[in-house]
């Protein structure tokens, strides 16, 4: 079946530096990639939709500026956490896509410090 | 504004009886609904989805019903096994507004056995 792949699974960094979180769609492409953040017991909130080769579209209330996200190819989108604080610890999802649905990466656990 | 939503936060029951988890929403638009189970600090894994076209859809002990007039879906898992506890998050997309999955906030399912 379709894989996604995240990477880093886990990130500790310090407060002020950009970490950047890969998703890549392993055997299938994706032309649309979706970027989640839950929170400890809440929902999956939907921060921005990726489409290949041209800017994401951010949910209200994301700030585009801080969460980078690139999406230069079929199988590859980046979130880049910019100038990270403590608030932005978080676990981050990714989803792509394909004409089987929608996979999901297994997610990448951020602690800023 | 929560489109979707699952006002149970957890339920438990006892192994080999029936579980039903139920989730409702609120945009007329959404025409494509999915179950996910998720374990904390990994991405959902999909268990069962259903078209807005369709009434229910099953697949071995999972059953989704889907009641458009109510704007309702529940998920039934017979039997539960101890093998089910996880969390179940409901998801919603409409074709029409980008395809983007909108999660409910997931509703803790506890089997013993």
């Known amino acids: 079946g379709a894989v996604v792949s995240q990477h880093p699974s886990w990130v500790i960094c310090k407060s002020g530096t950009s970490v950047k979180i890969e998703c890549r769609s392993l055997?299938?492409?994706?032309?649309?990639m979706f970027w989640y953040r839950q929170f400890p017991k809440q929902s999956l909130m939907l921060m921005a939709t990726?489409?290949?080769?041209?800017?994401?579209?951010?949910e209200q209330g994301v700030e585009k500026d801080k969460f980078l996200i690139n999406h230069a190819s079929l199988t590859l989108s980046t979130l880049t956490v910019t100038s990270a604080h403590p608030e932005d610890s978080s676990f981050y999802i990714c989803?792509?896509?394909?004409?089987?649905?929608?996979?999901f990466g297994s997610g990448t656990r951020l602690t800023v410090v | 504004d929560q489109q979707v939503k699952q006002n149970s936060p957890s339920l438990s029951v006892q192994e080999g009886r029936i579980s039903i988890l139920n989730c409702d929403y609120t945009n007329s638009m959404f025409d494509y609904f999915l179950w996910y189970k998720k374990y904390p600090a990994e991405g959902p894994t999909f268990l069962i989805s259903i078209s807005s076209i369709k009434d229910k859809n099953e697949d071995g002990r999972f059953t989704v019903f889907l009641n458009k007039s109510a704007k309702h879906l529940s998920l039934h898992i017979v039997p539960s096994q101890p093998g089910d506890s996880a969390v179940y998050f409901c998801?919603?997309?409409?074709?029409?507004?980008?395809?983007?999955?909108?999660f409910g906030q997931g509703t803790e399912l506890s089997v013993k056995p």
């Open positions: 990726s489409n290949e080769g041209s800017k994401a579209t951010y």
């Open positions: 055997d299938f492409q994706a032309t649309t």
């Open positions: 989803s792509a896509r394909g004409s089987d649905g929608y996979t």
């Open positions: 998801a919603a997309s409409a074709l029409g507004q980008g395809g983007k999955l909108i």
